[in-house]
């Protein structure tokens, strides 16, 4: 085993892995058009509207139309809400704080280093990128704004319309989103159940002609499971829906997240096909497609039943746990106490801060705002000291690639440098040569807009590791052609705004890598530790003897689980863009834990629903004979993911006793209390079994592959 561990694979070739990148990232999904459009329409209108009435910076009302999250309607309210709150704290500390340094240089110039730092600091420590990127952006745009040798008065002015602008670009924004709401009314809570249906059906679809599923069908479903249903369950605790429609569609969301875990499970079990099992699937698909029907026209789902015939043990495991919970989909329109039993409170949902938790005691983002502040001041004073205001744009570079370590700011600087030579150079200059001498009026100027904001807001809706270079893309194209109420004639806009972001980009080189740098691998190392022993933690649940408290807790876990496997990811692309003597070493750290992490979300994947069976969910309860073995089993999983954890920490020892073999007393447990002993098991601990023996399987393999591998 340790042989074939340290035979990693070997990377792709460049161009092919490119590729490949670019056809995952622009292949469209359900829903992305519709998003385009939306994105497209509202950065239009706060054009239209900003040159109409000559209101300027209209560039930012622009940008704000389509950084608004659209996840919901109250999504978008309260992204709208949180960007024009942050526009008028960070106006109200300009126009207050200068107020008492504009005439003192000295002063003036220590009160932009404490702005940067502020910026930066709150990037660091607030858990809203998207609050603290305003709150940084009203500040890189301020600074020069009263860097200018004009009246008091003007700088305020400006101030003023800069805010006015961002005001018309959220408002614009938010009254589209909620007309198309209003169009489609319940869709932001019956469209997510509507695409977890129709993904369970498309699988199922699969299992009933006899065939495996596709990749992408079973990665849908395994997405949609670790995406899990918190974000409806939220909507509909905060919106204004009745009491009883809201109990009604949170069953329905929490069966139908449940239905998709065991789905997604489903995928990792090996087929057993047979007339009788396609039987079934076929009847479950056509029971899901009538739910899925009466939904979508927004009827209550008809009571259904399923067949419990002598072939019921014949049948693949989980198929029985499928048929139940969608038996119970139509009772969550009674209020079912069979659904309801098991749902958590809206209140005992996890709620989200603003700040950190550690945003005042934690050293780490004090560290983070003043390497940040050393960057952009550098930026700063360089500008100043040759004279050339010009390029401005690099302390908005500064703050706008600020990440906590080497690999994930070189992505996001590359990023944003490729972003700019699109949209800056390709786009904003060649439109100024071959496209604008040719245009005399905003309609025409309108449809080269929409052209150029269709492809922004189409890479915007990509994963987060392409978004940010369409982001970019827009905003060099807005801020060299919605800078002014004409046609931009001089090239020397575009040429300042690019050397203004490489100057910014060097900074941050000079800075966040060679002077005082957190490499990315360190931090990839740290993250998949973190997930290691979360999900120890995870599988040591339930502590508590109350219900409602267990599953409120175990969606915390779950979620956070899930965004450190997610970050794992992300912090491995960063390793990439990361040089130096250590590099062949990150590179196979990368290697060796991009090969663990499918086994880790599989394991993860499968733990979702044997929890169910730890905490006695309704249709997952086991004998009292099987718990007592059911216990040791998961003190031992939970132990052996610590070990781990220790052994990827400090290359401590893994070894100890084989999870198959604790297995085997859970199984030989499960026969002495089935009721149906030397026969036949219940389809039950059937499923329970096979969830139990895929996780031994998992557990030993990675632990054997970690306890071989040596790690710097």
Known sequence: MATVVQSLPQPARPVTWIREFLQEELAPYEGRA??????????????IICLAFRVPFAFQGAIYALMISRENSRATLQSAATILLLTGVGAAYLLISVGFVIAVPPLHFLWIIGSLFLAFYAISSLTN??????????????????????????????????????????????????????????????????????????????YAEGRPADSGTEQKVIRLGLLGTSVMRRTLRRSGYSSGYSIEMGGVAALVGRLVDLAGTLTQAPLQSSISSQRRFRKLVSELAGIRAQLIGREAPTPIEFDADEQRNAVPPLVHELEETAALIPQAFSNSASVSKYLPSPEDLPRANLLAPDAFINPEHVRFAVKGCLAASGCYVIYNAIAWPGISTAVTTCLLTALTTIGSSHQKQILRICGAIVGGFVLGMGSQIFILPYLDSITGFVVLFVAVTVLSSWLMTSSPRLSYFGFQVALAFYLINLNEFKIQTSLGVARNRVVGILLGLFMMWLVFDQIWGAPAAVQMKKTFVSSLRLLAQFVREPVSKNLKNTIARSFALRETVNTNLDKVRALADGVLLEFGPSREQDLALRNRIRQWQPSLRTLFITWIVLWRYRAGLPGFELPEAILLAQEQFDNRLATALDRMADRVEDNGSTLMESLTSVYAQLEQAAWKASPQQRHQLTPEIRSFLLLSRRIADLSDCLEMEVGASRFP
């Open 34 to 47: 519709a998003v385009v459009a939306r994105m497209t329409l509202a950065a239009t209108l706060v054009t």
């Open 129 to 206: 990128y998207t609050a603290a990127a305003t709150f940084a952006i009203m500040i890189a745009v301020g600074i020069p704004l009263w860097d200018r040798h004009v009246p008091a008065e003007r700088n305020v002015e400006d101030t003023l319309w800069l805010c006015l602008a961002v005001l018309i670009g959220v408002a614009v924004t938010a009254a589209i989103e909620l007309v198309f709401v209003r169009l489609r009314p319940g869709n932001e809570i019956v469209k997510p159940i509507l695409e977890r249906l129709a993904a369970v059906e498309n699988l199922l679809t699969s």
